[in-house]
């Protein structure tokens, strides 16, 4: 053999225990593959026997979801209106006050005018009775006076 027939056969060799080495490689890889498939097998068994629990579960929350959804809108518009009510009794109960205080403000005004005529009717019935008690100091004068003059012409 020659040279370079040698090196045909080697390399032959050398491919044919290549060959070997990646065959057994693959022998290998498939039984471990089987391996693998088993446990994946039985957590998928497991995950579908879950889902098919979980099933009834979500759609109970998803019926819950849309309740407190409709509720949560209805809450909404009770809110805003009973909102719109509170300003709007604000807003009333704002011009009442004005009007009250409106309402004192002229009974205030009322009550001075009406203590200042009291007061002028006080002082003009002090003045009146003073008057008069003078009056009748001098009407007791001159009733005095006339019964001394009434009684000296009768003595005469």
């Given at each position: 053999?020659t040279?370079?027939?040698?090196?045909?056969?080697?390399?032959?060799?050398?491919?044919?225990?290549?060959?070997?080495?990646?065959?057994?490689?693959?022998?290998?890889?498939?039984?471990?593959l089987?391996?693998?498939?088993?446990?994946?097998?039985?957590?998928?068994?497991?995950?579908?026997?879950f889902?098919?629990?979980?099933?009834p579960?979500?759609?109970?929350?998803?019926?819950t979801?849309?309740?407190?959804?409709?509720?949560?809108?209805?809450?909404?518009?009770d809110?805003?209106?009973?909102?719109?009510?509170?300003?709007?009794?604000?807003?009333?109960?704002?011009?009442?006050?004005?009007?009250?205080e409106?309402?004192?403000?002229?009974?205030?005004?009322?009550?001075?005018?009406?203590?200042?005529?009291?007061?002028?009717?006080?002082?003009?019935?002090?003045?009146?009775?003073?008057?008069?008690?003078?009056?009748?100091?001098?009407?007791a004068?001159?009733?005095?006076?006339?019964?001394?003059?009434?009684?000296?012409?009768?003595?005469d």
């Open positions: 053999m040279t370079y027939e040698t090196m045909i056969v080697t390399a032959l060799a050398v491919l044919l225990v290549f060959a070997a080495g990646i065959f057994a490689s693959l022998l290998y890889a498939i039984r471990v089987r391996q693998t498939m088993e446990p994946l097998d039985r957590v998928s068994g497991t995950v579908e026997s889902s098919d629990r979980m099933e579960v979500l759609r109970n929350i998803g019926r979801s849309e309740q407190v959804h409709q509720i949560s809108t209805r809450l909404k518009g809110a805003a209106r009973a909102s719109q009510t509170l300003e709007h009794a604000a807003e009333s109960t704002e011009r009442m006050i004005g009007l009250v409106e309402r004192v403000t002229d009974v205030v005004a009322l009550a001075t005018v009406a203590q200042e005529e009291a007061e002028e009717a006080f002082l003009a019935t002090a003045s009146l009775v003073r008057s008069l008690r003078r009056g009748g100091d001098k009407v004068a001159v009733k005095s006076v006339a019964r001394t003059l009434g009684n000296m012409g009768r003595d």
